[in-house]
């Protein structure tokens, strides 16, 4: 299984972007998780394996939002007023077991800059 992500880049705080996350085959668990330089990492939002399900940490409630569109098999984490504090490599991650705790596949990350 491989996971592509592919939508960061650099933005002014308050804007907006839509991260992607392909995958290649089958039907996961998926998270989002972030690391900033120094920082360890942390998860930023996970859907269940049927999709109806999303959790996200506190530091983004409210202003990102994880979907997928099963069709495509691409998830997507909508980041809405980014503030500088959101910087990081974002990481895709999928878990095979759909009660499971582990993530067993990572994409490669795509950075995500945000000025003030």
């Known amino acids: 299984v491989q996971l592509q992500a592919s939508g960061g880049g650099l933005v002014q705080a308050g804007d907006s972007l839509r991260l992607s996350c392909a995958v290649s085959?089958?039907?996961?668990?998926m998270a989002w998780f972030r690391q900033a330089p120094g920082k360890e990492r942390e998860r930023v939002a996970r859907l269940s394996w049927n999709g109806y399900r999303t959790t996200y940490a506190e530091f983004v409630q409210g202003r990102f939002t994880v979907s997928r569109d099963s069709a495509s098999r691409t998830v997507y984490l909508q980041m809405n007023n980014l503030k500088p504090e959101d910087t990081a490599v974002y990481l895709c991650a999928a878990g095979s077991d759909p009660l499971g705790t582990d993530w067993n596949y990572w994409g490669q990350g795509t950075q995500v800059t945000v000025s003030s």
């Open positions: 085959s089958g039907q996961y668990r």
